[in-house]
């Protein structure tokens, strides 16, 4: 029977995607099912890693029922998954202690006592990344000192790709572009550096096999193939990180080109092929080969479903309506400007203590001002991380946009004229989005045979390119804006971190 299928599973913080695709690279059939986010305490985001496997059975099954198709010609599976993710599993890949994903902050001792090592900035430069409580470095410390048991019964520390790479073949390992959490990835030479990881009491016994992300990792174990109801065999890609595969699936397979992702958790990554250290930043290796990713992560994507939840809970169809009502409203939101740190800061500022912010309001302020507010400060903050890219001599020749933000044409318009150049936003010949999905296909057919080259096959399958032109005039205006933006937000940094602790010291009385 020839095998003329593929399966994609990306494993997302609020819910696992799961899409099927034949191997011309049309999407035929895909679903997603959610799951519940744990904080039992303020700092703390913890998944339970079962649920994640539960549900990507679910919807293996679903999407093969819903494509009517015979199971049999599934030719490969290609797995993404967040980063900053740790699962410590035991020898049979189960996991012994929920998942504790990039949203968890709960190590900031540990964080702290990093940086105060005097070997603090080797390990920067090993990884080409900070030391920030966000990380996988710090998290496995607090396992450490907290949960002693579980660290030393652990056998392997997992990412959250690798945890199910591992459930599907049996195989445990870590992909490069999933590595750089790490502190002791020696991101240069692709492999785990021992003097780092002895520094921090770490054992190379307990770490993955580190490999590439399009490499097979297995084939489908017989008891993973009877709880997603596939045939065992076929075989599984090591898998990848979610933004590096989905700014492969929003078009940036060449240097220089930027994927700006408009969602919940915003950024950019700009393909470089080299080496940056900028502690300010995220640095990874890109799904293609010979290509880095220079990144910069923000959390102010959620704005603008804070803004609809808290003032038109009741307003069908909000976000169009939202859209429709900025777009009538002039560039610059009447002087009024939005520090979008509703959930701290990550780059450049790594601050958790961080608070979003209205600056300039007044009685003439409207609720159209407002919402171009948000959508342009979330849009700072990103460009915020793109003339710091720049000053690291990243040069940016594309950008192409990616997430549920690239619905909204006023958004879209609003980022060309902010960065000062053209705002591309790339689809598939069906009208659907490119992104993570579309990533994995390539990948995953480039692994198995199916095309020659994985870069090649997503500009081919991204025919439509919708270009939104920036107004000079509106730039130089924003230009001056976001220097108003840049002072407001370090200028309050002192008083986020002095709100923090007054609101420690009342909480009782401030918490209700």
Not at 425 to 441: N, W
Request: aromatic fraction near 8%.
């Amino acid at each position: 029977m020839k095998h003329r299928y593929i399966l994609t599973i990306d494993v997302g913080t609020s819910s696992v995607k799961t899409a099927l695709w034949t191997e011309r690279g049309a999407c035929i059939a895909e679903t997603a099912q959610a799951y519940p986010l744990n904080r039992v305490h303020p700092l703390w985001a913890e998944i339970d890693g079962n649920l994640w496997w539960d549900a990507l059975c679910q919807t293996i099954r679903q999407v093969v029922t819903t494509a009517g198709i015979d199971a049999r010609q599934i030719a490969g599976i290609g797995v993404d998954g967040m980063g900053w993710t740790l699962v410590p599993v035991d020898q049979h890949s189960e996991p012994l202690h929920p998942a504790i994903i990039w949203l968890d902050r709960r190590a900031e001792a540990e964080t702290q006592w990093l940086r105060a090592l005097p070997e603090a900035e080797q390990l920067i430069n090993l990884v080409a990344n900070p030391l920030d409580a966000a990380y996988i470095t710090p998290k496995l410390l607090w396992l450490k000192n907290q949960r002693p048991k579980i660290f030393d019964a652990a056998s392997k520390f997992l990412t959250c790709s690798g945890f199910i790479t591992a459930r599907l073949t049996g195989e445990m390992t870590c992909d490069y572009t999933q590595a750089y959490g790490y502190h002791f990835f020696d991101i240069a030479r692709e492999q785990w550096d021992e003097h780092a990881a002895e520094l921090l009491g770490i054992s190379l016994g307990k770490l993955p096999r580190l490999a590439a992300c399009a490499d097979i990792a297995g084939m489908l174990t017989r008891h993973a193939a009877t709880q997603t109801g596939l045939p065992a065999g076929i075989p599984v890609l090591v898998g990848c990180l979610d933004a590096a595969v989905g700014a492969l699936g929003a078009g940036v397979t060449r240097v220089g080109q930027t994927n700006e992702q408009g969602g919940q958790a915003g950024g950019i990554a700009v393909s470089i092929d080299h080496i940056v250290v900028e502690p300010q930043l995220i640095f990874s290796h890109h799904v293609l080969p010979g290509q880095y990713l220079l990144q910069g992560g923000t959390v102010g994507g959620g704005s603008l479903g804070w803004f609809r939840d808290t003032f038109a809970p009741m307003e069908a169809n909000a976000f169009d309506l939202f859209s429709q009502e900025v777009a009538r409203t002039p560039a610059g939101a009447h002087g009024l400007i939005f520090v979008p740190y509703m959930a701290g800061e990550r780059t450049p500022l790594w601050n958790s203590r961080a608070r979003g912010v209205f600056f300039g309001m007044s009685y003439k302020t409207t609720r159209g001002d407002m919402l171009r507010a948000v959508m342009e400060g979330c849009a700072f903050a990103v460009y915020d991380n793109i003339r710091i890219a720049a000053q690291k001599g990243a040069r940016v020749q594309e950008y192409l946009g990616s997430g549920g933000a690239t619905a909204s044409a006023a958004w879209c318009q609003i980022k060309a004229d902010i960065y000062g150049k053209p705002f591309v936003v790339a689809r598939r010949a069906d009208g659907g989005e490119g992104g993570h999905s579309l990533g994995l296909f390539a990948l995953t057919a480039q692994a198995i045979g199916l095309r020659d080259d994985a870069g090649a096959c997503v500009e081919e399958l991204l025919p439509q390119r919708q270009v939104f032109e920036p107004s000079p005039a509106r730039h130089a205006m924003y230009e001056d804006l976001f220097e108003i933006y840049l002072n407001v937000s370090r200028k309050l940094l002192g008083e986020f971190d002095h709100l923090a602790s007054v609101t420690e010291k009342h909480k009782q009385i401030l918490m209700g």
